[in-house]
Every structure is written in structure tokens, then in C-alpha cells.
């Protein structure tokens, strides 16, 4: 169980961190909530100790004895701040210890995450951008906003990023603090990366199709590991079961061939391209345009299919510029041995410069939270890792990283 610390500032987004508070919760973490005085005029101090079943409070005056403006951060092992009002991230730069939340802040020796929210115009500003470089080359996590609808009619860049997006980069900070050092370096920064996610479909009728059992979430991850280290990331999404990250573009593919143009398309721009979809093999040589019925009972369906476009291989034989391009082998081996086999053959027919293996089988993998993942180049293996797959993508992003800088 870890023990973390989450601030809220006064912006009408402090709502949303109750979702992120019950989050935290129901995995099991001991959670301490520190609003500031000005939060509790949006959600009051009684939701706070009931949802985290600890006390709440905004002073260090209260409980003197105990010195918790001190204990806190120093026992705490992340503190997450969200939403990060333009109001708190100044007074974080500036080292103010006004309340109980900016004293956590001086005494945390742990990750530090803060999550903005605020009209477009005060995130935009100087002032505010002064802040957020300053606090990030403290080592501070500061994620971007997303974009959308904010208070009123306003809409732009200064929202508060979803709270499935806060959570997975929380996780990946208690997993591995270190991954804190590349977010707050923002090492992507200036990078064009393009991941692509999901699964395809390949129409058989308006109806039917041929698809896989991919949910897209390690290819989601890793373009929100990619956005949070600093990256303008494009996510080509087929066919996906969970929440776009914020601060991607997205563009939209259904068939293995939307994918082959679109991907084409997006290489000639990009620094780093990362193929976590899981592409059609094969795809009906004439698609029905009604729907195809049952001739009888017992009658069965014939399918003529051909072969796909392989994107990974085309891409990675017609680069047209200087890029870091990254595989994804799903096998069923028999052991560890015969999975590196697989994958160093596969590797060498692709062309591409890393190869992330993965063991599926039985079904292993396919729409887990969790996964197991062997990272080679065509000169050796990099590295085994497993864990929740917000942890593992930024282990993929270390490798891409390293190969970049040779």
C-alpha cells in the first residue's frame, strides 16, 4: 500500500478529483487529500474524508503537535496535485508555504505530479509558462491540459486531463520513480511520434468483419507516456475499447489498408514511429454489399482472402527521413527460447529498429492491465519487463530513446 498525498487546488475542475481520488482507493492506496482553502468552495471538506476515510485538512495550525505541514511529505511516496490551478503552480515555483498544501510540497521527497486546469489564456501565459519550465526542471511532473470545453463557453488547451490519464501516470511513478527524471526532462520534446493502436477489421458485408482480439490499451499507453515526456504524438487508432489519452491527435483507421495510407502519410514527419496495432493479415479479396445470408441451416461459409499490405516492413524500407521505428511481435512460443527465435526472424524480415515481444498464448496479454514484454534490437536484447503496461511503455520509450541518441 502506498501512501499518497493528493492537493487540490481552487478551480471548478476540483470535482473531478473525486474520480481520481476513488481510483487511488480502490487500489488499495492509503490516500491523504489537501485541498486548499479555495477548493473547498467547489467540493466541501466532508467528500473529501469520506471518499479517502481520512481527515482533511487546509492549515498547519491544526494538529500542531504531530508537525504534519512536515510528516507528510516526508512520508509520503507521490504527491499528486489536480487540477494545478494557475494560482498553485506560481506559488510552488516561487517555494511559498502559505498553507498545508505548498508546505507538503517543500517537504516531499517523493514523485511529484501536478495536473493543470485553467482557462486557455492563463495557461498560455508567460507567466504561467515560466512557472511550469521552472517546476519541471525541479523535476516536478507537470502534465499538459488537454483541450475541450472549459468553464462557460470557453473552449482550448486548459482542461483538466481525464482522470484515467492522471492515474496511469501516478502509477508509473510508484512503479518506477525514476520514470519521473525523463517526464520532468521532457527528453521527447521537439519529437514527432506516431503510435498506432488496436485492432483492424476487415469487412466481410456492411455487417461483418475479420478482426482480433487487441483492446489497444499498451498502444494507448505509450502514447500517453510519449505525450507526458514532452512529445507531439499522433495516435492512429483502429479499432480500441478504452479512452483516448489527452494531448494526442488522433486519427481514425479501420482496415489494415486505411492503415498502410495513413501511416505512409504520417512517416514523413515523423522522429519516432511505434506499430502497437495488431493489423489484419488477411483480408476478403471482394467485400459482399449486402449482407451475405444463410443459404440452410447446415451450410457453411466459404472466404476467399489475401494477403495485406505489411505496414511495419513498408515503412521501415521506405523511411524518408532519419527515424527510430518500433515492431510489435505477438507469438505463441512454446518457451523464452523460441519466443527470442521468433522474434530475431521477424525483426531481420521487417527492417525496423526494435521489436517488442510479447507471449500470447493462450490469450495472454489481449485487454489486461498488466504485460510481460521482451525489447530487442538487431544486435541484442534490451531489456525483459513486466508490469501494468503505463509502466512498461515507458520502458519501451527508454529503448527508443536510447537508440535515438546513438
Known sequence: MSRIILGVAGGIAAYKACELLRRFTEAGHDVTVIPTEAALNFVGRTTWQALSGNPVHTDVWTDSHEVRHVKLGQTADLVVVAPATADLLARAATGRADDLLTNTLLTAHCPVVMAPAMHTEMWLHAATQANVATLRERGVVVMDPASGRLTGADTGPGRLPDAVDIHAVALSLLDQPETAAAAADQDLAGKHVVVSAGGTRERLDPV???????????????????????ADVTLVAAHIEHPVPSGCTVRRVESTADLAETMTELSES???????????????????????????ESSGLQLDLVQTTDVLKTISHARPRPQVIVGFAAETATDADHLLEL???????????????????????????????????????????????????????????SVAAR
Open 270 to 296: 515523423a522522429d519516432v514511429i511505434v506499430m502497437a496495432v495488431a493489423a489484419a493479415d488477411f483480408t476478403p479479396r471482394t467485400r459482399a454489399e449486402s449482407k451475405i445470408k444463410k443459404a440452410s
Open 343 to 401: 522474434g530475431r526472424a521477424k525483426l531481420a524480415r521487417k527492417g525496423c529498429d526494435l521489436l517488442v515481444l510479447n507471449d500470447v498464448s493462450g490469450g495472454k496479454v489481449f485487454g489486461e492491465d498488466d504485460n510481460r514484454i521482451v525489447v530487442i534490437s538487431p544486435d541484442d536484447v534490451l531489456g525483459h519487463h513486466s508490469g501494468p503496461k503505463s509502466v512498461v511503455a515507458h520502458r519501451i520509450l527508454d529503448a527508443v530513446h
Open 208 to 230: 461483418r468483419y475479420l478482426g482480433n482480439a487487441s483492446s489497444g490499451l499498451m498502444g494507448l499507453s505509450i502514447a500517453r507516456a510519449a505525450a507526458l515526456r514532452g
